[in-house]
């Protein structure tokens, strides 16, 4: 029965009831009430809730709470100040009604009597009002920010499906290319690539279900990746992998590894004549996650595309994930090597 009771009411009751309490109390201090006093108090009591839920009723059909912040304090002034003089006139009515006449104003003409009667309401009114508009503001402001993180959650959810579903179908174009570049060459190696390229569609749809993989299950997607590119390169990729054991547990978003990788070699080892070298490397350093990338050639191999999928769907990602707390670079080192480089926070996305 209570659970059906709005919050609303609630607040009415209470307040009211609280109001009643204190009069009754500041009366036992001063003097002895009579039966007319509790039967004024009584009905005054019942006029102000009633009166307050009228003046309610008025704010949701001026559609006060949707104006601005200065037309509502006029609204709530303006509505106070009206009520308060209908409480004054109703209550001053009823009580000459019940005959309750206190010495106390014996010596005021009536409409003396209905201005104190309004002058006293308009505080109680004031407080009411004053908790009504704070409560709403404060809900509204609530309900906004809670509105405001579930659209940054939900463009952020479309942002990363949005990548994702951007890099499956670059990665199968490139995959498909080196196919196409066997096909008559080698039927034989070309039907072994399509079986790498089977087993890396297959893992990469399952590792879109996830935020992130663990990274030894992004090297088993890179190592089918490597094995395809090697048909089509032969002797002209080498690759090497240096993995710290206990980096294979860490969390990556899922193919963010491959697309470095199927960078290095669409801009580095495809680009020279003799090929070239892809080196993996995987370890902590200072409490944070380092994965790098390097690849023979020159930085000037990306001028082409400064703002190139790979490295852009990258720093998104990361962006997106890990709220700033982990970055992405790329260089030229000293040894005619590009590095590509992913720091991040260790374990679970921050």
């Given at each position: 029965?209570?659970?059906?009771?709005?919050?609303?009411?609630?607040?009415?009751?209470?307040g009211?009831?609280?109001?009643i309490?204190?009069?009754?109390?500041?009366v036992?201090?001063?003097g002895?009430?009579?039966?007319?006093?509790?039967?004024?108090?009584?009905?005054?009591?019942?006029?102000?809730?009633?009166?307050?839920?009228?003046?309610?009723?008025?704010?949701?059909?001026?559609?006060?709470?949707?104006?601005?912040?200065?037309?509502?304090?006029?609204?709530f002034?303006?509505?106070?100040i009206?009520?308060a003089?209908?409480?004054?006139?109703?209550s001053?009515?009823?009580?000459?009604?019940?005959?309750?006449?206190?010495?106390?104003l014996?010596?005021?003409?009536?409409?003396?009597?209905?201005?104190?009667?309004?002058?006293?309401?308009?505080?109680?009114?004031?407080?009411?009002n004053l908790?009504?508009?704070?409560?709403?503001?404060?809900?509204?402001?609530?309900?906004?920010?809670?509105?405001?993180?579930?659209?940054?959650?939900?463009v952020?959810?479309?942002e990363?499906?949005?990548?994702?579903?951007?890099?499956?179908p670059?990665?199968?174009?490139?995959?498909?290319?080196?196919?196409?570049?066997?096909?008559?060459?080698?039927?034989?190696?070309?039907?072994?690539?399509?079986?790498?390229?089977?087993?890396?569609l297959?893992?990469?749809?399952?590792?879109?279900?996830?935020?992130?993989?663990?990274?030894r299950?992004?090297?088993?997607?890179?190592?089918?990746?490597?094995?395809?590119e090697?048909m089509?390169?032969?002797?002209?990729?080498?690759?090497?992998?240096?993995?710290?054991?206990?980096?294979l547990?860490q969390?990556?978003?899922?193919?963010?590894?491959?697309?470095?990788?199927?960078n290095?070699?669409?801009?580095?080892?495809s680009?020279?004549?003799?090929?070239?070298?892809?080196?993996?490397?995987?370890?902590?350093?200072?409490?944070?996650?380092?994965?790098?990338?390097?690849?023979s050639?020159?930085?000037?191999?990306?001028?082409?595309?400064?703002?190139g999928?790979?490295?852009?769907?990258?720093q998104?990602?990361?962006?997106?994930?890990?709220?700033?707390?982990?970055?992405?670079?790329i260089?030229?080192?000293?040894?005619?090597?590009?590095e590509?480089?992913?720091?991040?926070p260790?374990?679970?996305?921050?």
């Amino acid at each position: 029965m209570f659970k059906r009771i709005s919050m609303y009411w609630w607040f009415q009751i209470i307040g009211w009831s609280m109001n009643i309490a204190m009069s009754i109390f500041f009366v036992y201090t001063f003097g002895k009430p009579d039966n007319q006093y509790f039967l004024s108090l009584s009905l005054t009591c019942l006029v102000g809730l009633l009166l307050t839920h009228v003046m309610r009723y008025c704010i949701f059909v001026l559609k006060v709470l949707e104006k601005t912040i200065k037309t509502q304090i006029a609204f709530f002034i303006g509505l106070t100040i009206v009520f308060a003089i209908l409480f004054g006139f109703i209550s001053e009515g009823m009580d000459y009604l019940i005959n309750y006449n206190p010495e106390r104003l014996q010596r005021f003409s009536r409409l003396e009597k209905i201005f104190l009667g309004s002058f006293n309401a308009f505080w109680i009114l004031l407080i009411w009002n004053l908790i009504y508009f704070i409560y709403h503001y404060v809900e509204s402001n609530r309900r906004q920010q809670l509105d405001t993180l579930r659209l940054q959650a939900t463009v952020k959810d479309l942002e990363l499906k949005t990548i994702k579903s951007h890099i499956n179908p670059h990665f199968i174009f490139n995959a498909l290319n080196s196919i196409r570049a066997l096909v008559d060459e080698n039927p034989q190696r070309a039907r072994a690539a399509i079986t790498e390229l089977s087993n890396i569609l297959r893992s990469s749809m399952q590792a879109e279900k996830l935020e992130t993989v663990p990274l030894r299950q992004e090297l088993d997607i890179v190592r089918d990746y490597l094995a395809l590119e090697h048909m089509r390169f032969e002797e002209r990729l080498k690759i090497e992998m240096d993995i710290d054991p206990d980096t294979l547990q860490q969390p990556i978003p899922p193919m963010m590894l491959q697309t470095l990788v199927e960078n290095a070699i669409k801009h580095g080892i495809s680009k020279q004549i003799n090929g070239g070298l892809i080196r993996i490397i995987s370890g902590f350093n200072q409490q944070q996650y380092e994965l790098k990338v390097l690849n023979s050639g020159k930085l000037n191999g990306y001028a082409g595309e400064p703002n190139g999928f790979g490295i852009k769907s990258t720093q998104d990602r990361l962006n997106l994930l890990y709220q700033g707390k982990a970055r992405f670079s790329i260089r030229e080192t000293p040894d005619h090597m590009v590095e590509s480089l992913i720091i991040m926070p260790i374990g679970n996305i921050m």
